[in-house]
């Protein structure tokens, strides 16, 4: 039972995502429960344009768990002010070093492979032709750009200090991902239907 405790204490200091992330879930599902009774299915189309956002679609997942690898990452290691704030008497594990020079690769890549993600996913929304009266979908359109300008913000040189503080605030936000990836799946449960 001792070997259990710092895992005991993780799960204590992440109850609030937890929580969050299981009321988004059943939020969501209730939606989807009404979203599926209430509007039709969508014919299945097989054009050139859709079959390129289907492959976007896949490299937008992609790129969404690297960014996202690089969070968790962090959570385990115990760096940046979130692990600070959720896991307050963390101390990283001994051999760290491989991961150190993981999060260094990531860190270094963050940027880059954030625009493109923001951009992957916009060219798969407006390729698929995704029905917008659908809430999943504008939800997820409004938090990837939410994401990609304030993301924007914060690497511009010349964003003043007070938005830029804002900017990270906001950006740095583990919430907006488990939304994108709750609102994602359902939009999707919709329309594979």
């Not at 939606?31 to 289907?54: K, M």
């Not at 996913?121 to 979908?137: D, E, K, R």
């Amino acid at each position: 039972m001792q070997g259990l405790s710092p895992w005991f204490a993780m799960i204590k200091s992440i109850k609030g995502i937890l929580i969050y992330t299981a009321i988004v879930l059943i939020a969501s599902a209730v939606y989807f429960g009404y979203a599926y009774t209430v509007y039709p299915t969508l014919p299945e189309r097989e054009t050139f344009l859709s079959e390129i956002g289907e492959g976007l679609g896949e490299a937008g997942l992609w790129a969404l768990l690297f960014i996202y690898a690089r969070t968790l990452l962090k959570l385990v290691m115990g760096k940046g002010p979130l692990a600070k704030r959720l896991l307050p008497d963390y101390s990283a594990p001994v051999a760290a070093s491989l991961f150190q020079q993981l999060l260094s690769f990531l860190d270094r890549t963050h940027v880059y492979v954030g625009i493109a993600t923001v951009a992957i996913i916009l060219l798969h929304i407006a390729m698929m032709g995704i029905p917008m009266q659908i809430l999943f979908f504008p939800a997820v359109l409004a938090l990837v750009i939410w994401q990609g300008v304030f993301g924007l913000f914060l690497t511009w040189r010349y964003t003043p200090k007070e938005l830029k503080k804002f900017s990270y605030l906001v950006h740095a936000q583990f919430l907006t991902g488990i939304m994108i990836g709750i609102f994602a799946y359902f939009g999707h449960l919709l329309i594979d239907n």
